[in-house]
């Protein structure tokens, strides 16, 4: 089971973040997410664990539990809403057609 970890102190590496689960059960992974930027926290994370009654063991034991002066968020992460699934470019449209001379909306047309 994926899990989510929010409200997270910038302090925390993803090391301690797997230290925190491990009493539960087996975790598969622990990362943290960083900006790619700066390389900082943005102050949360995702726990991967093998044995679901586990993963929901460590969920309802550490959900709004303080760590490093924070009371942290804590469940089953769920895919993002929205759909599509990556970023990029996305086409879109200005007008009622696509451009060129007097022929709709959005390119050069003659106004006399």
């Given at each position: 089971m994926n899990?989510?970890?929010g409200n997270?102190?910038?302090n925390l590496k993803d090391q301690d973040l797997q230290n925190l689960f491990?009493?539960?059960g087996?975790?598969?992974?622990?990362k943290i997410?960083?900006?790619k930027f700066t390389n900082r926290s943005k102050g949360f994370g995702f726990v991967e664990m093998a044995n679901d009654d586990e993963?929901?063991?460590?969920?309802?034991a550490l959900n709004g539990t303080e760590v490093d002066s924070r009371n942290i968020v804590v469940?089953?992460?769920?895919?993002?809403?929205?759909?599509?699934?990556?970023?990029?470019?996305?086409?879109?449209?200005?007008?009622?057609s696509g451009g060129?001379?007097?022929?709709?909306?959005g390119g050069y047309r003659d106004r006399y």
């Amino acid at each position: 089971m994926n899990i989510y970890v929010g409200n997270l102190s910038w302090n925390l590496k993803d090391q301690d973040l797997q230290n925190l689960f491990a009493p539960y059960g087996e975790v598969t992974s622990a990362k943290i997410v960083s900006d790619k930027f700066t390389n900082r926290s943005k102050g949360f994370g995702f726990v991967e664990m093998a044995n679901d009654d586990e993963a929901k063991a460590a969920i309802e034991a550490l959900n709004g539990t303080e760590v490093d002066s924070r009371n942290i968020v804590v469940n089953e992460s769920r895919p993002k809403e929205g759909g599509s699934g990556g970023g990029g470019y996305k086409k879109r449209s200005f007008g009622q057609s696509g451009g060129g001379y007097n022929k709709g909306g959005g390119g050069y047309r003659d106004r006399y």
